[in-house]
């Protein structure tokens, strides 16, 4: 593969918008593909190309003029990457990577069966019917997925009885950009909290693994994230770790690997989603580690050494921002920096609107309680809270 300059991103949400920044750095091109002009990356990025991701033609056109391709999202097709592959298009993480965060099913099948690891009880149901015997075999609530297009809690079920099994079959819809989507019943597990790792590869095996993060998700959408999780005994914090390094080598993965876990209550984890690209569990490298996920993904993608991971201080809180005050955000920043002149603030430049991601605040220091308290904080100004 000749060498990399020029990085086609597909997608255009906020995750490409932060690689671009970490590229500045790199001294790296970026070509991006977005789906419309006016989304998060399209409004800092040079060389965009509007269009759909989903369209062969428009995909192999945009590729032709970039040295590798990644992604901002999982939603491409996978055949149509396949095709690109063949075509000799490099494609990071590549398609036998990617397709297990594309399909859940896929993904299960290789984790939980050929790897022996860590998954909850799930089975393939094909019917409403499917699912009334999985929950009274294994017990009620039983959460159902589909095998693909999810995110943010979309095509995620919690079904507690009998009569909510005909809702996925309903509400799924019969294919994700082009592929078939199946419906997967899981075990509904009692976890007491949600843990994340994230872990980058480079194309000759070198890999590292950032801190250990826990999460808290509201509705399936992640609102904050604690590094190094609070509580994790050495031993934990090694073996969630090596999880996320041993997943990126079995599954060849080149760039990001975010593996998202649920922790029950005897410490024990077991896997629920991973993606390949940048994840929101990761934005508080950007300004808590010495290298951001966004760089390593570069870096990664673009066959160059890795940085180190480590981070700057003992404690780092992440808190998104979802909604707002208003659409002055830079009257609003005003505000949180002269409270708290060592907040870091990110925005996506995106538009008001309830409930969306329109950034993150990132708060680190010495002392867990106080960093998350003056995250949360900033964050509940900026999303319109009374400031008594």
């Not at 095996?205 to 959408?221: C, H, K, M, N």
């Not at 969306?356 to 998350?372: A, E, F, I, L, P």
Request: proline fraction near 5%; aromatic fraction near 6%.
């Amino acid at each position: 593969m000749r060498a990399v300059r020029t990085i086609g991103i597909i997608g255009g949400g906020q995750l490409a918008r932060m690689m671009y920044e970490a590229a500045i750095g790199l001294d790296l091109s970026v070509r991006l593909l977005a789906e419309g002009p006016d989304v998060s990356a399209a409004r800092v990025v040079r060389d965009v190309t509007v269009g759909d991701y989903t369209d062969r033609a428009t995909v192999e056109a945009f590729a032709a003029n970039c040295d590798v391709i990644t992604f901002d999202h999982e939603h491409v097709p996978t055949a149509l990457l396949a095709g690109l592959e063949a075509s000799g298009v490099g494609v990071r993480p590549g398609t036998q990577a990617l397709v297990h965060a594309q399909d859940k099913y896929l993904m299960r099948s290789r984790l939980g069966g050929e790897l022996g690891l860590p998954c909850p009880t799930w089975r393939v149901c094909g019917s409403p019917d499917a699912l009334r015997d999985f929950g009274a075999e294994i017990g009620w609530p039983i959460i159902a997925k589909a095998s693909r297009g999810g995110y943010d809690g979309h095509g995620v079920w919690r079904l507690d009885g009998p009569g909510d099994a005909e809702r996925p079959f309903r509400e799924s819809g019969a294919a994700s950009a082009g592929e078939p989507i199946v419906i997967l019943g899981e075990e509904y597990i009692d976890f007491t909290r949600e843990l994340s790792v994230i872990v980058a590869r480079a194309p000759d095996g070198q890999a590292l693994s950032y801190p250990v993060s826990e999460t808290i998700q509201d509705d399936g959408v992640c609102i904050e994230t604690t590094t190094p999780a609070p509580g994790l005994t050495a031993a934990q914090r090694s073996g969630i770790e090596d999880l996320g390094l041993r997943i990126a080598d079995a599954l060849d993965v080149v760039g990001l690997l975010a593996v998202e876990l649920m922790e029950r209550p005897d410490g024990r984890v077991v896997i629920n989603e991973l993606a390949m690209r940048p994840h929101n569990t990761g934005h508080w490298t950007i300004d808590g580690a010495v290298t951001s996920q966004f760089e390593n993904h570069l870096r990664a993608v673009a066959g160059l050494p890795l940085g180190s991971t480590a981070a700057r201080a003992p404690w780092c809180t992440m808190r998104n921002v979802l909604g707002g005050r208003s659409d002055d955000v830079v009257g609003d920043f005003a505000h949180v920096a002269a409270a708290d002149p060592g907040l870091r603030v990110q925005f996506y430049g995106k538009s008001l609107r309830p409930g969306r991601k329109r950034g993150h605040v990132t708060v680190y220091g010495d002392d867990c309680g106080q960093v998350q308290a003056r995250a949360r904080a900033a964050a509940a100004y900026l999303m319109g809270a009374d400031d008594d």
